[in-house]
Each structure stands twice: as structure tokens, then as C-alpha cells.
């Protein structure tokens, strides 16, 4: 396989949907699993479907696994498995390795071999589950560092109507805002009313807030939860 693909190994449903996501997004994906019946039914999707066993590493070879810039290990209900996969790999010189991790101490053990990203697919799936239960108006949260999170909020009531500058957001709610996204009703081609998004990448001091928009923020946990309010 050529350079700048990615090889997904494991075709459960978090890797299933993983490589006809980024296929969709245009890119080359090869798809391994040992499973005749999915490799089939996913073969459609992707640039390439194979069936092979994870813990071959001639199989692994003979399949482009070793000329992948970027590989998915999704065998996550199998953790011996999932460490024979990610050292065969390694040893491969894969640049970019991502490891779907079944619990803690699986996360640990991909950690210790030096995978460069662990996910954990049904904690975040919680996490993210909770988080919208307890702060339904967070719309998105990525978090930057320890003490910096960068989040999309509605714009609280308080604001509507005032410039940024003097809704004095910054003293306030202890928050930057580094974006607005804003809905605007427009007539379509076909005469119909309809909604367009516009996005502010650079909101000054003097730009309005509006009703329902959408604010991107950068700040602490507490902060964001102050402006949720």
C-alpha cells in the first residue's frame, strides 16, 4: 500500500465504523479482521478489505499493515491479542499507532509500549453522556490542558444584546471568547424562508451577541460553569 493510508485493524463495531468514517472523508483505508463475513460486508466501503490474523506478523506484512502511516488496533475484547497486534506494528516503525483499549489496565499496558494514543471508547461515551446530562447547554468540550478547556455554549440570556465588550464577559465569567456562531434566517433560491450559519473567527470588542448564539470559549471548568450558569 502507498504512503498516508491508514490500516484498521479489528472490525468490531468501534472499528467497523471508525474505517467507513474516514473513508467517507476521503481517505485510503485498509481494513483487516479475521472474520470472513465482515471483511465482506465492509469491503464495499474501503479501499481495501482483508482477511488476516492480527498476531501474524508475516500475515500483518503480506497485507500493507508495514506501509501504513497510521494504524487503528480495535481488538479491544481480546487484550493479548490487542499486545501482540501493537507489538508487531511497533516493530513495523508505524508512525502513528491508536490503540481502542478495553479497560484501565489494557490502557496502561498500550501506554507502556508506546502506542501514541489510547482510547477508551465506552468511558468517554459516558463521560460525554453525563457531561450533557449535568451541562446541557455545553454543546462541545475539548479539553486543552489541566487548568484549559475550550467549549461551545449558548450564549446565557444575560448577554443578548450587548457587545462583548460590554457584556464584560472576561470580568464577569472569567471566559475568552474566540468565535461566535450565529443563525441567520435567509430566503433561498427557491423564495423559502431558511437558516444559514455564519461563523466569527475573530468576534471584536464591538460585535454583538445574539439570542441563541453559540460562543466559543476558552476557560477554566469553573469559568464555563459560572457562564453556563
Request: aromatic share 4%; charged share 25%.
Amino acid at each position: 500500500m502507498k504512503k498516508n493510508q491508514f490500516a484498521v485493524i479489528g472490525l468490531g463495531t468501534f472499528g467497523y465504523s471508525v474505517a467507513v468514517e474516514l473513508a467517507k472523508k476521503g481517505i485510503q483505508v485498509l481494513a483487516v479482521d479475521n472474520n470472513n463475513e465482515t471483511v465482506n460486508r465492509i469491503s464495499q466501503f474501503v479501499t481495501q478489505a482483508l482477511i488476516a490474523d492480527a498476531t501474524d506478523e508475516k500475515a500483518m506484512e503480506d497485507a500493507g499493515v508495514a506501509d501504513c502511516d497510521s494504524v487503528i488496533i480495535s481488538i479491544g475484547g481480546n487484550i493479548e491479542t490487542s499486545i501482540l497486534a501493537i507489538l508487531i506494528v511497533k516493530e513495523f516503525g508505524v508512525k502513528n499507532v491508536i490503540v481502542k483499549s478495553s479497560s484501565r489496565w489494557h490502557s496502561k499496558v498500550a501506554a507502556k509500549l508506546g502506542v501514541d494514543t489510547v482510547v477508551y471508547p465506552e468511558f468517554e461515551m459516558a463521560k460525554k453522556l453525563v457531561d450533557n446530562i449535568v451541562m446541557p447547554n455545553i454543546l462541545e468540550q475539548i479539553e486543552l490542558s489541566k487548568d484549559y478547556n475550550l467549549v461551545e455554549v449558548v450564549a446565557p440570556k444575560e448577554i443578548w444584546g450587548k457587545t462583548i465588550k460590554n457584556s464584560n464577559i472576561r470580568n464577569n465569567y472569567g471566559v475568552n471568547i474566540i468565535a461566535i456562531r450565529k443563525h441567520v434566517p435567509i430566503i433561498n433560491d427557491d423564495g423559502q424562508s431558511d437558516i444559514k450559519e455564519e461563523i466569527n473567527m475573530m468576534p471584536g470588542s464591538d460585535d454583538e451577541i445574539g439570542r441563541n448564539d453559540i460562543l466559543v470559549v476558552i476557560g477554566s471548568e469553573k469559568s464555563v460553569a459560572k457562564l453556563r450558569g
